[in-house]
């Protein structure tokens, strides 16, 4: 299982780590560089100011050397060396050579402002370098007007001058050793920072999972709240509220349904219970034959329930098939030739435009919209019905009545509720709260919406068919 907080610090402290390394790397050679490049120009320099001490008299070779001045080439402490050369012969040498078996330095053939240095093990076994310049040396006949020098008189020389490196050796080895304290030092502390720097920035990830796991669809608990409003989760907060709020009103609904449903079939079972018990207590009963008409319009009083229930709950989320092509005031009027009984107005628009959906559909919304508001409307009070296009693309059906029992704005959110009723005294007159629910999940089904709107107890079923549906 992939942890975000493990691939975070792992990634982070691989980064950090990378480009600290690279600056303290960068660093430490430029240091290392730094120190070896004095050194070397400390040689030099020193190389240098041997070679002034050497110059040419009348083919005489003469090197004005002092070890009062220069002790360290008397070998008394720390000693250093040099040795001049001419034509590979030596000429001549520092003191401190003749104090150890290896009484002269390599010789190497260098050109002239080509100096050479090289590592090597002095004569008293130390660790050191050797720098090698070929020069020519003063001449003391020359004019202070002559810049130039005669080879032929003035044959070129080879001065080595060679010193302990241990001093450097030990300065660089510390500075590296430094460096590798300091990179373990550094990667340590990057992967510390690292981590509670993920953790302090994932603290309100794991708040919001502790609110998760304590929810409950079953408990009226408080929505999901961040104590810091975090950008990233804003958006998460917002869906997992939705999501909450919607579940819970699904359990909420579907706890309701189920006690309605028992409440709508307990009083029909009681009554057939009430009945079987009174013709088994009174099998000659002369009321047996009465009872009998009731015990079928109980049955079939449950049929109905148990029917409209199973409708409901098989077309509650699918989509139907809108292959049907039929004139919608045609349907409305065949539909209200079966209710000639009742004060229904309904007008007419002939300019509205053939309709394809689904019929079987479209004539079951119908004709509960109609069922329900003739038995939710005062007797003889007018139904009015209207059809007309819409600048949408749509045809609009309205369905406006009376109500007989008052409603409010909040009932309108329970209208298409299953098994809701206003009236305490359920089923009656055959009524089960279900007719709205039914037309509600077949519009739904075809793509059209049913929505309801009142005004001073004046109530109107809107249904909103697109001309274009959407196949399935």
């Keep these: 299982m992939i942890s975000i907080q493990k691939k975070l610090v792992r990634t ?49 070779i003469d ?7 220069l002790p360290e080439f008397d070998g008394s402490a720390e000693p250093e060396y040099f040795q001049l050369w001419s034509n590979g012969t030596a000429l001549q040498r520092s003191k401190s050579l003749d104090l150890f078996t290896t009484a002269t330095l390599p010789f190497r053939n260098v050109k002239i402002a080509e100096p050479m240095i090289e590592e090597i ?8 370098r050797v720098i090698y310049n070929r020069f020519m040396p003063q001449n003391n006949n020359q004019t202070q007007q002559s810049t130039s020098i005669d080879n032929n008189d003035n044959p070129s020389l080879v001065l080595a001058f060679a010193t302990s490196a241990e001093s450097i050796n ?54 999901i709240k961040l104590d810091e409003p975090v950008q990233e989760l804003m958006a998460v907060k917002a869906s997992l509220n939705s999501f909450i709020k919607e579940n819970r009103d699904l359990y909420f609904r579907e ?25 088994q207590k009174f099998p000659d009963n002369e009321l047996k034959q009465d009872y009998l008409p009731n015990v079928l319009k109980i049955s079939k009083r449950l049929k109905d329930i148990v029917d409209n229930i199973l409708l409901l709950h098989k077309y509650q989320h699918t989509k139907l098939s809108k292959n049907d092509v039929f004139d919608l005031n045609q349907v409305i009027q065949r539909l209200l030739s079966h209710k000639t ?81 206003k009236d305490s005294a359920r089923s009656a007159s055959g009524n089960y709260g279900l007719g709205l629910s039914i037309a509600d999940t077949f519009a ?20 909103l068919i697109p001309l274009k549906n959407k196949t399935t």
């Design 255 to 279: 706890k309701r349904l189920t006690s309605d449903i028992a409440h709508e079939l307990r009083t029909p079972v009681a009554e057939l219970i009430n009945l079987t018990e009174v013709i």
């Design 170 to 223: 030990f300065v660089l080895w510390f500075i590296d050793i430094v460096f590798i304290i300091t990179t373990i030092s550094v990667i340590i502390f990057i992967r510390l920072f690292v981590r509670k720097a993920v953790e302090h920035g994932l603290s309100p990830l794991n708040k919001l999972n502790e609110q998760i796991n304590n929810l409950s669809l079953t408990a009226d608990s408080q929505p």
């Design 341 to 421: 009984d009742h004060n229904i107005q309904f007008a007419a628009d002939e300019s509205v435009p053939m309709l394809v959906s689904n019929l079987s559909a479209v004539e079951s919304i119908i004709t509960n919209l109609i069922s329900n508001a003739i038995t939710h409307s005062p007797a003889n009070t007018p139904i009015f019905i209207s059809l007309h296009s819409t600048d949408s693309n749509a045809i609009k059906l309205d369905i406006s009545n009376t109500c007989a029992t008052k409603l409010s704005n909040d009932d309108l959110k329970q209208l298409f509720e299953p098994l809701w009723q």
């Design 444 to 463: 739904k089904a075809i793509n059209s919406t049913l929505t309801a709107q009142l005004h001073q107890q004046q109530i109107t079923l809107t249904l």
């Design 121 to 128: 093990t002095l004569p008293d076994g130390r660790a050191g």
């Design 12 to 60: 982070l402290s691989i980064s950090i780590t990378a480009v600290v390394l690279i600056i303290l790397l960068a660093i430490d050679i430029a240091v290392d560089t730094w120190i070896d490049n004095q050194f070397n120009r400390a040689m030099q320099a020193k190389a240098g100011m041997l070679m002034t001490l050497v110059s040419v008299d009348q083919q005489q």
């Design 63 to 69: 090197f004005h050397f002092s070890s009062r001045f």
